[in-house]
Protein backbone atom coordinates (compact mmCIF):
# COMPACT_ATOMS: atom_id res chain seq x y z
CA UNK A 1 0.00 0.00 0.00
CA UNK A 2 1.12 3.31 -0.79
CA UNK A 3 2.89 5.23 2.14
CA UNK A 4 1.93 2.32 5.09
CA UNK A 5 -1.84 2.98 4.37
CA UNK A 6 -3.91 0.03 5.43
CA UNK A 7 -5.69 -1.34 2.66
CA UNK A 8 -9.09 -1.42 4.47
CA UNK A 9 -8.60 2.44 4.76
CA UNK A 10 -7.66 2.56 0.44
CA UNK A 11 -10.39 0.39 -0.08
CA UNK A 12 -13.07 2.46 2.04
CA UNK A 13 -11.90 5.51 0.60
CA UNK A 14 -12.33 4.36 -3.05
CA UNK A 15 -16.19 3.03 -1.93
CA UNK A 16 -16.83 6.58 -0.97
CA UNK A 17 -15.37 7.87 -4.32
CA UNK A 18 -18.02 5.86 -6.06
CA UNK A 19 -20.60 6.74 -4.03
CA UNK A 20 -20.13 10.37 -4.36
CA UNK A 21 -19.51 9.90 -8.30
CA UNK A 22 -22.57 7.81 -8.98
CA UNK A 23 -24.68 9.90 -6.79
CA UNK A 24 -23.24 13.39 -8.60
CA UNK A 25 -23.94 11.51 -11.99
CA UNK A 26 -27.98 10.01 -10.58
CA UNK A 27 -28.61 13.71 -9.38
CA UNK A 28 -27.61 15.60 -12.97
CA UNK A 29 -29.45 12.57 -14.62
CA UNK A 30 -32.60 13.44 -12.73
CA UNK A 31 -32.22 17.16 -12.68
CA UNK A 32 -31.16 17.00 -16.69
CA UNK A 33 -34.81 14.97 -17.07
CA UNK A 34 -36.77 17.24 -14.78
CA UNK A 35 -35.53 20.64 -17.02
CA UNK A 36 -35.19 19.11 -20.37
CA UNK A 37 -37.95 16.45 -20.65
CA UNK A 38 -40.45 18.18 -18.32
CA UNK A 39 -40.75 21.20 -20.90
CA UNK A 40 -40.79 19.12 -23.94
CA UNK A 41 -43.43 16.99 -22.29
CA UNK A 42 -45.36 20.16 -21.49
CA UNK A 43 -45.17 22.26 -24.91
CA UNK A 44 -46.26 18.92 -26.94
CA UNK A 45 -49.31 18.63 -24.73
CA UNK A 46 -49.99 22.21 -25.27
CA UNK A 47 -49.39 22.44 -29.00
CA UNK A 48 -52.72 21.11 -30.24
CA UNK A 49 -54.38 23.55 -28.30
CA UNK A 50 -52.67 26.08 -29.80
CA UNK A 51 -53.53 25.19 -33.19
CA UNK A 52 -56.87 24.61 -32.81
CA UNK A 53 -56.94 28.37 -31.64
CA UNK A 54 -55.03 29.62 -34.46
CA UNK A 55 -52.21 31.40 -32.05
CA UNK A 56 -49.61 31.15 -34.63
CA UNK A 57 -47.78 33.23 -31.62
CA UNK A 58 -48.25 30.51 -29.27
CA UNK A 59 -47.30 27.54 -31.71
CA UNK A 60 -44.17 29.23 -32.76
CA UNK A 61 -42.60 29.71 -28.85
CA UNK A 62 -44.56 25.69 -28.19
CA UNK A 63 -42.15 24.27 -31.32
CA UNK A 64 -38.99 26.31 -30.19
CA UNK A 65 -39.46 24.58 -26.54
CA UNK A 66 -39.78 21.62 -27.82
CA UNK A 67 -37.09 22.21 -30.52
CA UNK A 68 -34.76 23.56 -27.93
CA UNK A 69 -35.22 21.08 -24.97
CA UNK A 70 -35.48 18.28 -27.14
CA UNK A 71 -31.29 18.54 -28.07
CA UNK A 72 -30.71 19.33 -24.34
CA UNK A 73 -32.52 16.21 -23.58
CA UNK A 74 -29.66 14.23 -25.04
CA UNK A 75 -28.00 15.13 -21.69
CA UNK A 76 -30.37 12.75 -19.75
CA UNK A 77 -29.96 9.23 -21.50
CA UNK A 78 -26.01 9.81 -21.52
CA UNK A 79 -25.92 10.61 -17.52
CA UNK A 80 -28.51 7.68 -17.23
CA UNK A 81 -26.33 5.34 -18.75
CA UNK A 82 -23.41 6.75 -16.94
CA UNK A 83 -25.12 6.34 -13.61
CA UNK A 84 -26.53 2.33 -14.51
CA UNK A 85 -22.88 1.70 -15.16
CA UNK A 86 -22.06 3.41 -12.13
CA UNK A 87 -24.49 1.14 -10.31
CA UNK A 88 -23.49 -1.65 -11.76
CA UNK A 89 -27.47 -1.83 -13.48
CA UNK A 90 -26.96 -1.46 -17.38
CA UNK A 91 -28.18 -4.95 -17.66
CA UNK A 92 -31.30 -5.34 -15.37
CA UNK A 93 -34.75 -5.45 -17.70
CA UNK A 94 -36.03 -2.59 -15.86
CA UNK A 95 -33.29 -0.18 -17.18
CA UNK A 96 -33.38 -2.26 -20.69
CA UNK A 97 -37.04 -1.25 -20.60
CA UNK A 98 -36.70 2.14 -19.94
CA UNK A 99 -33.45 2.64 -22.40
CA UNK A 100 -35.98 0.92 -25.33
CA UNK A 101 -39.07 3.59 -24.64
CA UNK A 102 -36.75 6.15 -23.92
CA UNK A 103 -35.59 5.39 -27.67
CA UNK A 104 -39.08 5.13 -28.85
CA UNK A 105 -39.61 8.57 -27.22
CA UNK A 106 -37.57 9.84 -29.24
CA UNK A 107 -38.41 8.78 -32.48
CA UNK A 108 -41.78 9.54 -31.75
CA UNK A 109 -40.42 13.19 -30.90
CA UNK A 110 -38.18 13.47 -34.06
CA UNK A 111 -40.05 11.70 -36.38
CA UNK A 112 -43.79 12.56 -35.52
CA UNK A 113 -44.64 15.64 -33.55
CA UNK A 114 -41.77 18.15 -34.42
CA UNK A 115 -42.96 17.69 -38.55
CA UNK A 116 -46.45 17.95 -37.10
CA UNK A 117 -46.09 20.99 -35.94
CA UNK A 118 -43.73 22.22 -38.81
CA UNK A 119 -46.72 21.46 -40.58
CA UNK A 120 -48.73 23.14 -38.63
CA UNK A 121 -46.63 26.43 -38.67
CA UNK A 122 -47.35 26.43 -42.12
CA UNK A 123 -50.97 24.96 -42.03
CA UNK A 124 -52.12 28.33 -44.32
CA UNK A 125 -50.41 26.93 -47.22
CA UNK A 126 -50.52 23.32 -46.25
CA UNK A 127 -53.05 20.64 -47.36
CA UNK A 128 -54.00 19.48 -44.37
CA UNK A 129 -56.80 21.36 -42.17
CA UNK A 130 -55.87 22.41 -38.52
CA UNK A 131 -58.41 20.72 -36.90
CA UNK A 132 -56.95 17.46 -37.61
CA UNK A 133 -53.11 18.50 -37.43
CA UNK A 134 -54.57 19.08 -34.19
CA UNK A 135 -56.23 15.91 -33.00
CA UNK A 136 -53.03 14.22 -34.60
CA UNK A 137 -50.58 16.21 -32.55
CA UNK A 138 -53.16 15.55 -29.14
CA UNK A 139 -52.48 11.83 -29.84
CA UNK A 140 -49.11 11.42 -30.41
CA UNK A 141 -47.89 14.17 -28.02
CA UNK A 142 -50.12 12.04 -25.82
CA UNK A 143 -48.12 8.53 -26.54
CA UNK A 144 -45.15 10.66 -26.10
CA UNK A 145 -46.03 11.67 -22.34
CA UNK A 146 -47.31 8.63 -21.74
CA UNK A 147 -43.91 6.65 -22.80
CA UNK A 148 -42.22 9.33 -20.38
CA UNK A 149 -44.54 8.63 -17.86
CA UNK A 150 -43.61 4.82 -17.75
CA UNK A 151 -40.21 5.37 -17.72
CA UNK A 152 -40.40 7.51 -15.01
CA UNK A 153 -42.62 4.82 -12.98
CA UNK A 154 -39.75 1.89 -14.01
CA UNK A 155 -37.26 4.59 -12.92
CA UNK A 156 -38.90 4.99 -9.35
CA UNK A 157 -39.94 1.45 -8.97
CA UNK A 158 -37.21 -0.90 -10.89
CA UNK A 159 -38.93 -4.11 -11.19
CA UNK A 160 -37.04 -7.10 -9.97
CA UNK A 161 -33.75 -4.51 -9.20
CA UNK A 162 -31.44 -5.96 -6.58
CA UNK A 163 -30.60 -2.48 -5.64
CA UNK A 164 -33.77 -1.58 -3.84
CA UNK A 165 -36.40 0.95 -4.51
Known amino acids: MPCGI ?12 SLIVTKVLL ?4 LAAIV ?19 DLAQMRMLNRICRVYAVLGLTV ?11 GVLTDAWL ?7 VVAAVVLAYRILPAQSEAL ?8 PHVLARRLGM ?14 L ?10 A
Open 6 to 17: PATVVFAATAIR
Open 36 to 54: AIGPVTVAAGMFPAAVRRG
Open 122 to 129: TAHAGATP
Open 96 to 102: LVSIALT
Open 77 to 87: PVFGLATAASL
Open 155 to 164: MIVRPGSTTG
Open 140 to 153: VSGIFNLLWATVVV
Open 27 to 30: SVHV
